[in-house]
């Protein structure tokens, strides 16, 4: 059984930082891409950032480039999001996907989420 479980959410102050876990079990980790999205209220939920199985971050949204930062560790089979100079408007429930294509089948896993506060 596929899970992606997402930590490390919570509230904290415009400026502040936080570090997001994703730990995932049941799947070959190494072969999957890799994607932070989120979804703030009212709001469709848009893709954050993607870093892919050869270990290279590709894509990040304008709205966080030079301020978020996307890694995995595939010996522990987790990604991480390190989100710093946080604003308001990051404000959102954040998830981790996880996809990778067998010939034409795309494989494609969602964690639950986990809430980013940003306020003071």
């Known amino acids: 059984q596929v899970q992606l479980v997402e930590s490390g959410g919570g509230l904290v102050q415009p400026g502040g930082s936080l570090r997001l876990s994703c730990a995932t079990s049941?799947?070959?980790?190494?072969?999957?891409?890799m994607r932070w999205y989120r979804q703030a209220p009212g709001k469709e939920r848009e893709l954050v950032a993607h870093?892919?199985?050869?270990?290279?971050?590709?894509t990040y949204a304008d709205s966080v480039k030079g301020r978020f930062t996307v890694s995995r560790d595939n010996a522990r089979y987790t990604v991480y999001l390190q989100m710093n100079s946080l604003k308001p408007e990051d404000t959102a429930v954040y998830y981790c996907?996880?996809?990778?294509?067998?010939?034409?089948?795309?494989?494609?896993?969602w964690g639950q989420g986990t809430q980013v506060t940003v306020s003071s």
């Open positions: 870093i892919n199985a050869a270990d290279v971050p590709t």
């Open positions: 049941g799947l070959t980790f190494r072969t999957y891409d």
């Open positions: 996907n996880a996809a990778t294509m067998l010939g034409t089948i795309l494989y494609e896993y």
